[in-house]
């Protein structure tokens, strides 16, 4: 059982990385400062958007 629940973080960690490696190369982080989305403080925007696509 706990062999099933390492896979799955190691799923969540590559699929993590792969956002990550999306949201650089399409400088998603640049198209959310052009369309004035940012926050005063907190988490910033982009770990938000990022977070939503793991969902």
């Not at 956002?19 to 400062?33: P, V």
């Not at 940012?38 to 982009?46: D, E, F, Q, S, T």
Request: hydrophobic share 40%; proline share 2%.
């Amino acid at each position: 059982m706990n062999k099933s629940i390492t896979q799955a973080n190691q799923n969540d960690k590559q699929i993590s990385k792969s956002i990550k490696k999306f949201f650089k190369r399409f400088h998603i982080s640049s198209a959310l400062k052009a369309s004035n989305a940012y926050k005063k403080n907190g988490i910033p925007v982009i770990e938000i958007f990022q977070y939503l696509f793991l969902l």
